[in-house]
């Protein structure tokens, strides 16, 4: 694969904007040719200040759904723990009919341990007692939109489910895509293996996704099923004119956004998003782009924190170079 062979899609500018930010930025995405547009799910930033305003995932969605046409449209991801099965399968299903069959649901066990202390989730350690309930999310989820009427004991989630239903189903066919967002090996990966439709992380280089793949592999049940999961890497990108505009562009990010000397897990997510960035022209973008998907990375969710900046043409300066 080169990188005209990569689809790709944007995350979209839902800290420290307006709605109407987001909006513009899902239609200028839209219009360059984009496959996808993501949202992330939290409700106070991770990224700098956390009293950033922050847009929640699933309401703006909604909105984006409504905004665009074609754009697939998706959660990257959705925290299982936020919301109940039930619930969110309810509300992926309403997403896809509003959206015409738009929807990637991409799922994930959680990280942000202070958020979920300040808004009253708890945060189960270790974190496989997290994934476990991953796993059983995506069951549910799967139930209802593919049966007419599902029933649930729970095993690791306190959810009971008695006769339940999820009324319209959602339209694609069989249900919309599961993501699984993480990069465990134990469970994450075998869980990516078993149960979703694609695979997503981030803050590698190459190197490093091909070593996550190999372990994807390995707990594939067979080449097919591994050929089926769709494997793609969140990057943050940071793209100018010349190569010193852009690194200046990476070196602003991190003097406005990091401290010297990360403390918290989320500054050290930070950090790794940003040494891994793709920085340069477009074509040097491109050129770095092909080398995940030489490795086997077969999406990109670009996350472009200048594109909504005055005069700032990342978002068509990277579309251009890859049409």
Known sequence: MSAADLEVGVVLPQYGTDIDAVRG????????????????DHFQSW????????HECWTTLSAVAEATDEIRL???????SYRHPALL???????????????????????????YARFG???REPPAERLRRLAETVEILQGLWTTETYSHAGEHLEVDLENAFCEPQPVQDPHPPIWIGGGGEAFTLRYAAELADGWNYGTLEPEGFAEK????RDHCESEARYDEVRKSAELFVFVGETTDEAEAKRERFA??????????????????YVETAPTGTPAEVRDRLADYAKVGIEEIMFVL???????????????EELA
């Open 255 to 272: 003097d406005e956004m990091l401290p010297d000397e990360p403390t918290e897990p989320r500054e050290f997510f930070l950090a790794g």
């Open 213 to 216: 793949l190999a372990v994807l």
């Open 305 to 319: 924190p200048n594109a909504t900046d005055d005069g700032d043409e990342s978002l068509s300066s990277i579309a």
């Open 121 to 123: 989730y708890e945060f």
């Open 74 to 80: 998706g959660t990257l991801v959705t925290s299982q």
């Open 89 to 115: 399968a309810k509300m992926a299903a309403t997403v896809d009919r509003l959206s015409d069959g738009r929807l990637e649901l991409g799922l994930g066990a959680g990280w942000y341990a202070e958020e």
């Open 25 to 40: 930025t899902a239609l200028e995405a839209e219009s360059l040719g984009y496959d996808a547009v993501w949202l992330e």
């Open 47 to 54: 990224i700098g200040d956390p009293r950033r305003e922050t």
